[in-house]
Structure formats: C-alpha cells, structure tokens
C-alpha cells in the first residue's frame, strides 16, 4: 500500500491533493466505491484494491485534485 503526503492511502494509479474540496462528486460518479470520505474534515481517500484506475474521478474533480501517480515525474527527471 502506497502512503501520499497527506498519510492516505492511495491507489497505484492516482492520489488526492491537498486542494481537494470535498464537494463529493468522485464519491458520486466512481462505479466501483473506490473512494472514501472517512469524516469531517479528514481528506477523502482512494481505495488502492478498488481502484481499477479508469480515470473518470480525474475527469469530474471540478478543482483538479485527483492526479495520476507519477504525473510530472518524468518531465521533472528530464529537466536535470
């Protein structure tokens, strides 16, 4: 299991930033319950076993927040 800098699980495919609104339209349209909103206040996280890494929680996150695993990562390795 992977840990984000916000100590939530995640799935190998994507993770949720800090900027994240809560406004639970992940939650709405994610057909295999791979995301959670364990509590008030408390970052929503993705189920790494649930995940099938479709891409549509990316699609529908108004602000952005949900971003692919390793995203920028190669771009960053290439500018040294």
């Known amino acids: 299991m992977r840990k984000d800098v916000m100590n939530n699980k995640v799935s ?10 809560r406004c639970g339209f992940c939650l709405d349209i994610c057909s295999w319950d791979a995301l959670d909103a364990p509590g008030k206040g408390r970052a929503f996280t993705i189920e790494e076993d649930l995940c099938p890494g ?13 971003q692919k695993v390793g995203a920028g990562e190669d771009d960053a390795a290439a500018d040294r």
Not at 12 to 21: G, P, V
Request: with cysteine; proline share 4%.
């Open 12 to 21: 190998q495919f994507y993770r949720i930033e800090k900027h994240c609104i």
């Open 54 to 66: 479709c891409g549509i929680c990316v699609d529908c996150c108004p602000v952005g927040a949900i």
